[in-house]
Nanobody, 118 residues
Framework: EVQLVESGGGLVQPGGSLRLSCAAS????????MSWVRQAPGKGLEWVST????????YYADSVKGRFTISRDNAKNMVSLQLNSLKTEDTGMYHC???????????RGQGTQVTVSS
């Protein structure tokens, strides 16, 4: 059974940082694309970033490029997302998923809440 468990969210002031983690089980992340998507209150899912765990290539939405960094630890079967220079518009529920760049397809984890507020 595929399981994705996110952690690391929280409340942070604008300009602050967080590091989100996604622990995967039931499959090997080395062979797939892993993505992060987010959902702001009252809005639809938005693709944020993707990593090709085979060759390490990364992809970012324009709204987060230069501020967020996706990485993977194939030995631990985990993917992380470093969020820097956070803005209020980054507030939302962040989910990791097994999906290619640009996709918001399932499967997705339950998510971890990121709130950026002063």
């Amino acid at each position: 059974e595929v399981q994705l468990v996110e952690s690391g969210g929280g409340l942070v002031q604008p300009g602050g940082s967080l590091r989100l983690s996604c622990a995967a089980s039931g499959f090997i992340i080395r062979n797939v694309f892993m993505s992060w998507v987010r959902q702001a209150p009252g809005k639809g899912l938005e693709w944020v970033s993707t990593i090709n765990n085979w060759d390490g290539s990364t992809y970012y939405a324009d709204s987060v490029k230069g501020r967020f960094t996706i990485s993977r630890d194939n030995a631990k079967n985990m993917v992380s997302l470093q969020l820097n220079s956070l803005k209020t518009e980054d507030t939302g529920m962040y989910h990791c998923s097994v999906a290619p760049p640009g996709s918001t397809a399932e499967p997705r984890g339950q998510g971890t809440q990121v709130t950026v507020s002063s």
